[in-house]
């Protein structure tokens, strides 16, 4: 069986959609790499982070709980917080040096007070069903052993 994904001339058999995953090193960038991963997402933001930003933005909530999963630096939630100051988002991530550039950032930005910064696990998430109004997760499923796991268990 062949199956189509993203684009018309790539075409991958059904094993490869089933089977075993080969992920992406660590997704918990400390120290140095949490600074030089910071710097490449400030100067590629444009590219990498403003398309999301825009999507989310045009989703018609006004007001509500928002979550990031996989925060990383925080430019999403930051940027997010800017343009909707009646959003409270909390933004998760499992790297504790992550999470301090994302803190520092929204204290930058004049948006402390409506984030929450949490370190955690996509797959083991702290909050109960139903607490957001908006779930969002930007560059983190190639990171997951069993990312339709995750995504189901947000859903709900």
Not at 37 to 43: D, F, K, L, P, S
Not at 54 to 64: A, H, N
Not at 138 to 143: A, I, N, S
């Amino acid at each position: 069986m062949q199956a189509t994904v993203g684009y018309p001339e790539i075409t991958l058999q059904k094993d490869e959609l089933t089977g075993s995953r080969v992920l992406e090193s660590s997704p918990v960038h400390e120290a140095e790499e949490a600074d030089e991963y910071g710097a490449m997402i400030r100067r590629h933001a444009w590219l990498l982070n403003q398309p999301m930003v825009t999507m989310l933005s045009k989703t018609g909530l006004t007001r509500g709980r928002v979550l990031d999963i996989g925060t990383g630096p925080g430019w999403i939630p930051v940027e997010l917080a800017l343009r909707h100051p009646q959003w409270e988002i909390w933004a998760v991530d499992p790297s504790e040096d992550m999470l301090t550039h994302a803190e520092e950032a929204a204290r930058r930005a004049g948006v402390s007070s409506r984030m929450h910064f949490i370190k955690g696990e996509a797959g083991a998430l702290p909050f109960e069903r139903g607490m957001f109004d908006l779930v969002y997760s930007h560059f983190v499923l190639h990171h997951l052993p069993r990312p339709k796991r995750c995504l189901t268990k947000r859903r709900k």
